[in-house]
């Protein structure tokens, strides 16, 4: 496979489930995030991670835990959700060195549609 | 403070029209430049990108965007549109200071072409 991937595409579940969402990247790239899009809201950073380090926390709930075990994957731990954390969660992948022609751009992969019921 | 603005929410356009998606940004210096484009139900793929040189920029599809430092502006453009580029389109920024990989996206332009 190429790119970007997560799995599933489409999860449904109930406030009291644990679910996880995985993202792989087949790009060699070194810094992976986590975004959320909701409709009709801007896109939003939830995590960083460089060489596996989170470095960023977009102040996010702790019911969303972030995991990075190499820089090829990353999960996305769910617990004791809301319905309002319904919402589109997108991985995305970027080079972390400023070679010549990288310059942050980052990969996305296709998301995982995510419903709280 | 540091900010994108797509101030287009929805724009409709006849197939074969022309296109131009507009895109400003508020920074003291020139930022790294993107547009991405999302069909329905998919992740963000990449359009373009700037970050120096000629300030015309051609992407994917023949998509292209011109940098406008005076202005501020990054708008993307397409000679000819076509049904199958009906999707919405973020205008993204990576601002040099703050953290290294950030990207500040838009709020996004919805695209619907008329056949």
């Known amino acids: 496979e190429t790119g970007v991937t997560q799995t599933p595409r489409h999860l449904v579940m109930g406030m009291t489930n644990k679910k996880s969402l995985k993202c792989e990247q087949h790009?060699?790239?070194?810094?992976m995030y986590w975004y959320k899009q909701s409709a009709k809201k801007p896109l939003e950073l939830m995590f960083v991670y460089n060489f596996k380090e989170q470095t960023e926390n977009n102040s996010v709930p702790s019911r969303f835990s972030p995991e990075c075990p190499n820089s090829s994957h990353l999960f996305l731990h769910l617990h004791t959700l809301q319905p309002e954390d319904s919402a589109l969660y997108l991985c995305?992948?970027?080079?972390?060195?400023?070679?010549?022609?990288?310059?942050?751009?980052?990969?996305f992969g296709p998301g995982t549609r995510l419903t709280v019921t | 403070a540091q900010s994108v603005t797509q101030p287009d929410i929805h724009i409709t356009v006849s197939e074969g029209a022309s296109l131009e998606l507009r895109c400003n940004y508020s920074y003291g210096a020139t930022p790294y430049l993107f547009w991405y484009v999302q069909s329905p139900g998919q992740g963000l793929q990449l359009l373009l990108k700037y970050f120096s040189g000629d300030t015309l920029v051609q992407g994917i599809k023949g998509f292209e965007a011109e940098f406008k430092r005076s202005q501020s502006s990054f708008n993307l453009r397409k000679p000819s549109v076509h049904w199958s580029d009906a999707a919405e389109y973020f205008c993204?920024?990576?601002?040099?200071?703050?953290?290294?990989?950030?990207?500040?996206f838009g709020s996004g332009t919805q695209l619907t072409v008329l056949p």
């Open positions: 993204a920024v990576r601002f040099s200071s703050g953290s290294a990989r950030q990207l500040t």
């Open positions: 995305a992948s970027s080079p972390q060195t400023e070679l010549a022609g990288a310059v942050g751009e980052q990969y």
């Open positions: 790009l060699g790239h070194n810094a």
